[in-house]
């Protein structure tokens, strides 16, 4: 399939709202998939350094 402008190509034969959401939606739910984990991992680190200087302190 070709496209004559960048304006068919971003209509898709009208297809265009399914096709770029459908990208748009794949990519959220990688970039959410990347970022959950460094999240997580962040807010452990932090609470895991809390804990520490409560244990220091008494």
Avoid: D, K
């Avoid at 999240?39 to 350094?49: K, T």
């Amino acid at each position: 399939m070709s496209f004559a402008t960048l304006g068919e190509f971003l209509a898709m034969g009208h297809h265009g709202l399914y096709v770029w959401s459908a990208y748009g939606i794949c990519l959220v739910v990688l970039a959410l998939n990347v970022a959950a984990p460094l999240l997580a991992r962040r807010r452990y680190l932090q609470e895991e350094a809390r804990r520490l200087r409560r244990e220091n302190n008494q």
